[in-house]
Structures are given as C-alpha cells and as structure tokens.
C-alpha cells in the first residue's frame, strides 16, 4: 500500500496518490482501491485518511457557519445575499425584525438595502435547497464600518493558524477585531483606519503564501516592522 | 500561402515545418492569464493562439435550464474575425456550434458534475489565431481551465490528433496537413484513467492505419499532459519561489 506523494507536496486533478487501505477525504477521490486528486493542492496524511488542502476553491454553505454577504436583492418577504458561493442564500425578513413582518407597514429596503453587508450564520442547506441565513444571534447583522477583504475559503484555516495562534496573534498586534466568514470574506474592524490596513496587510501576506511553511513567525515579524517603521515616521512629523 | 504545396513529405521524411512524422509542434502553456474570470489558459500550439475562460459553478441562467441532479457545463467555443487568413463572421457558425458541443462532451466526463446541483459552469473559448488542430488545442486550454478554477476533476482532459498525409500517418497536423492530406483523427484522453473521451475521424484510413494513428494521438495527448501539468503547477511554485 504505497503513497507516491510526500507530505505537503503539491498535487494536479487526476494524480495517483495513494493504492491500498488508505481513506479518500477532503478533493480525493478513490478509484479501484486507488486514490486520485480531484484538485489543485497540497496532500496531507492524516492516519489513513489522504486529504488535500486545495489551492483554489469555492464556497459550499454548510448549516452552523458564519458567512459574511452582500444584500443583492430586496424581495417581498425577504433579501437575497450574495455569500461569494454558487449559491444565492436566502435571509427572511421575519427573522431580520424579530417580529411578525407585515408587508403593508415594513419598508424591507429601510431595514437591509442593496450593497448592505451582514454577518449571518448558515441555519438550512441541501442539495434541494439555497441556504437559508439568520441574523437573531449576538455578533450577527448589519456591518456598520470597517474593512472588508476576500481570499480563498479554504486559506480560512491558515488565517485561524494552528489552535488560533495565528489570527491571535494578529488581532494583539494591530488592536483589531476580526470576524471571518467561513466563505472567505473577513471583516475588520479597528480604531482607526491605519490598525485595519496593518491587519489587511498581514491577512493579504497569508493569503499569497499560504502553501508555505513558518509562516506566522514571518507575518509576526512584518506587523512588527511595520509598525516600528510607523512609529519613527511619526516621531519624525512630531520633532 | 494559399497555394497547394506540391509535397507536404520530402525525401528525408520531414513535413512541411520540418517536423518528423511523430513529432508535435512547440506547445507554450499559461495558466491564471484573465483575472477577471475564475479559471483561465492562453496556449499556443504552433501557429495556434487560443485563449479559454472558466466561470462557475455559478447560478445558472435563465433559473429553468439547471437540473435539479448536477451542475449543466455550457460551452463556447468561438473563433476571432481576424484568426483566419480571410476574415470570419464573428457569428456562430454550423461549425462553430458543433466544436463547441463536441469540446463539451469531450470534458464533461472529467468533471464531478453530481457535486453542484443546479448550478452552472461556463466555458468560453477563444480563437484567436487558427492552423489546424484547434479543438484539440481548446480542449487541452479548457480542461487546465476548469482545473484552474477549483472545479473537482477526476483527471485532466488532453487531446492531440493524428493523421494521414501523403501515405504516411503523421502527428498533430497543421492547417494545410489537415487540409490537404487524407485523414484526420482528433483524440482527447484522461491519461492517468486511461479513458478516452472523444475520438472522431474525418477521412478515409485503412484498420491498420487508424489504428497507428489513435495510438499516435494517444502518445502525443501523454506528451501535452506533463506539460499541462507543469503549467498548472508553475502557477503556485513560482509564487513560492518569490519569497525564498
């Protein structure tokens, strides 16, 4: 029962990875008692189970996750929101008032309009059906201010780090808060303007190398030069 | 240049670029080129310059035309006005129509369409300077594409043609080959599975000859594919490369 990638070696679709009584998991799949990549990424061994941590990919709802979208579409009874997946999730206007909603007295487009942005969490989805948000939960709804930015879902784990050492880590460095939506859009909310681009800064480093080893050292070390090289511009306005 | 070339084989065997009988023509591949769509590839293959875009899965439109069991794969495969000696219509044609159902059934094999339930992907092909062998090409651009985009694959589709020209069965035929010589077979393959998912013929080849000529295909697709491989891969390890 051979494997014929090492750990964290970079896989094409189609490529032999493993024959034997090796499991396929996550972009895998088994042929024959063979198991092929089904995307572009890196293999990761785990016991028996043969993963890929893919490259590039796209977001598929799951019940229970946290997604941050856009209001694409006021309806009668509700919004359409955009949550960057090959599915338009649906958020009911009941659920958004917290209240019977009545068509002939609440104005949909004055509570959540067109290009308004909510946190929301995944509460139905199947094969059948287009997801289904809900907003009644403390941290959830309408984003007010802050800084948004997209990178690929599955880099998510990377931006969390190993037990959240790495989005810990960012959050102490640049005072930010940081909500990440499971389909790849992070928000982020600081004091001023300037905290929320050292933290988009680190977030866009993590997102180019995230295939790389030591990589929260190194993103540890830039936020820390870069704000050395902030403090000196500063001094240097003030004498 | 319109003119029929009295022999496409000379004495030593070479054809008319001075390839030998086996040999494919010079293949550049670039994976990532359109940063506005979700997955893309610029090839050229000889004097062959086509461009393939990806989109999806996405939402499919108009609503009624997704399936509620499986992603619908659309394709387009369109050649510029300017991408043959005298000018094409930028409309549609009878051919154009066909290749693009051709190139479609070719990669729908490939793809886990079950994942994605009324959804849509769309694959847009663009021709951009046409001599023989295109679809092969396309297919080739768009299967790197669709692997591109993040779109779960079980292998990547590579096609190449055979043929006859004169008497002799001849690999990867260009535009006047194609024309002027007797027969033409297009093979797309998955390689690591072995499986063929387009075979067409267009011509007249004895068994024996047919046969030589899809093994011939087959062994120029295995060619292209390690290339099509090293491209996509190209595409992350240069990234890596940058920061060491």
């Not at chain 1, 090492?6 to 024959?32: C, F, K, S, W």
């Not at chain 1, 092929?36 to 990424?41: E, F, I, K, L, V």
């Not at chain 2, 084989?9 to 591949?29: M, N």
């Amino acid at each position: 029962m051979p494997t014929f990638f090492e750990m964290r070696q970079l896989v094409t679709p189609g490529d032999l990875i493993a024959e034997g009584e090796y499991v396929a998991g996550e972009n895998t799949y088994a042929e024959n008692g063979k198991i092929y990549a089904s995307r572009t990424g890196l293999v990761e061994y785990d016991n028996k189970t043969v993963n890929i941590v893919a490259l590039r990919s796209f977001y598929i709802p799951r019940v229970g996750d946290i997604v941050i979208g856009t209001i694409i579409e006021v309806g009668f009874n509700g919004w359409t929101v955009d949550i960057s997946s090959p599915y338009l999730a649906l958020l009911r206007a009941s659920d958004v008032l917290s209240r019977p909603f009545k068509p002939q007295k609440d104005e949909l487009s004055q509570v959540l309009d067109m290009g308004d942005l909510v946190v929301a969490k995944v509460v139905s989805y199947d094969r059948t059906h287009d997801p289904q948000l809900t907003v009644g939960e403390p941290g959830l709804g309408k984003i007010t201010r802050g800084e948004i930015i997209k990178i690929i879902p599955t880099k998510i784990p990377r931006v969390i780090g190993r037990k959240g050492s790495m989005i810990s880590m960012i959050k102490q460095e640049t005072n930010c808060q940081i909500i990440l939506g499971l389909n790849g859009v992070i928000l982020i909310t600081g004091k001023d303007i300037e905290d929320e681009q050292l933290a988009l800064m680190a977030i866009r480093r993590i997102d180019q190398e995230s295939h790389t080893s030591g990589l929260t050292d190194r993103v540890t070390q830039m936020l820390k030069e870069e704000k050395a090289k902030r403090e000196e511009t500063k001094n240097e306005s003030e004498t | 240049m319109n003119q029929k070339p009295e022999k496409l084989i000379d004495k030593k065997g070479l054809r008319l670029d001075g390839r030998k009988a086996d040999e494919l023509r010079p293949i550049k591949i670039e994976v990532g080129v359109l940063s506005n769509a979700d997955g893309s590839v610029y090839i050229e293959q000889g004097k062959n310059k086509i461009l393939a875009a990806v989109f999806g899965p996405r939402e499919m439109h108009p609503k009624h035309m997704a399936l509620a069991d499986r992603t619908v794969l659309k394709c387009r495969y369109h050649m510029a006005p300017f991408s043959v000696q005298e000018r094409k219509s930028p409309a549609p044609s009878r051919r154009e129509i066909e290749l693009s159902k051709v190139i479609r059934e070719s990669l729908e094999p490939s793809i886990f369409l079950e994942y994605y339930p009324r959804t849509g992907i769309d694959v847009f092909i663009e021709v951009l300077q046409a001599d023989g062998g295109t679809r092969c090409a396309s297919i080739t651009a768009a299967a790197l594409a669709l692997a591109d985009a993040g779109i779960p694959m079980r292998d990547l589709v590579v096609a190449c043609a055979a043929g006859k020209v004169e008497d002799s069965v001849v690999l990867d035929l260009m535009d006047t080959e194609d024309k002027v010589g007797k027969a033409d077979v297009p093979v797309a393959l998955m390689p690591n599975l072995n499986a063929i998912t387009l075979l067409q013929m267009d011509g007249v080849l004895t068994v024996d000859e047919f046969e030589s000529a899809v093994n011939l295909a087959i062994d120029g697709c295995k060619k292209i594919y390690t290339m099509q491989k090293e491209a996509l891969r190209n595409k992350y390890t240069e990234a890596k490369e940058v920061e060491e």
